[in-house]
């Protein structure tokens, strides 16, 4: 795909939060856009309650400080973080903790990507007891499950219109 999008020979080629930095390897001429103004604009839809910013996983966590600095004025970088593994015995995804900061807040979780939410879900589950409200946003948001699936779960779900 990289070869097609250079063989075009574009002065600049726009890349919405790639799921990883390797992207920036091999197109040429790119910038990268942020969710940041997005991330911003879907806290004043559900309210500005004090909302402690959440990476699901050590993966997210630059996308989650930035959103946090940027949301806070420059002021804080104080974010959750969920620690997820691999089960060595059948491969499914286990989360295992996350950090104190997020008991008794309420949380919104930042990630670039949602399919079918089982992740989202796993997580919801563990962390629900301790924290007050649950949101969610991811740039990319696929369902490949269907929605319910997490709306049923966090008190808010919030995606971009990247994927149609």
């Given at each position: 795909m990289a070869w097609m999008i250079?063989?075009?020979r574009y002065k600049n080629v726009e890349l919405f939060e790639p799921h990883s930095d390797v992207s920036t390897k091999y197109i040429h001429n790119w910038t990268i856009q942020s969710s940041v103004a997005y991330i911003e604009k879907f806290i004043s839809i559900i309210g500005d309650e004090d909302w402690l910013i959440v990476a699901p996983d050590k993966g997210a966590i630059k996308r989650a400080s930035d959103a946090q600095f940027y949301i806070s004025d420059f002021s804080s970088m104080e974010i959750g973080i969920c620690n997820k593994e691999r089960d060595p015995n059948n491969g499914h995804l286990v989360y295992k903790d996350f950090s104190e900061n997020m008991r008794g807040r309420n949380v919104l979780i930042v990630d670039d990507i949602i399919d079918g939410g089982k992740t989202f879900e796993l997580l919801h589950n563990m962390i629900s007891p301790y924290v007050k409200k649950t949101a969610l946003f991811a740039t990319?948001?696929?369902?490949?499950?269907?929605?319910?699936?997490?709306?049923?779960?966090?008190?808010?779900?919030?995606?971009?219109?990247?994927?149609?």
């Open positions: 250079n063989s075009m990319h948001g696929i369902f490949s499950k269907g929605e319910s699936v997490l709306t049923d779960l966090y008190d808010f779900v919030g995606c971009t219109d990247s994927f149609k």
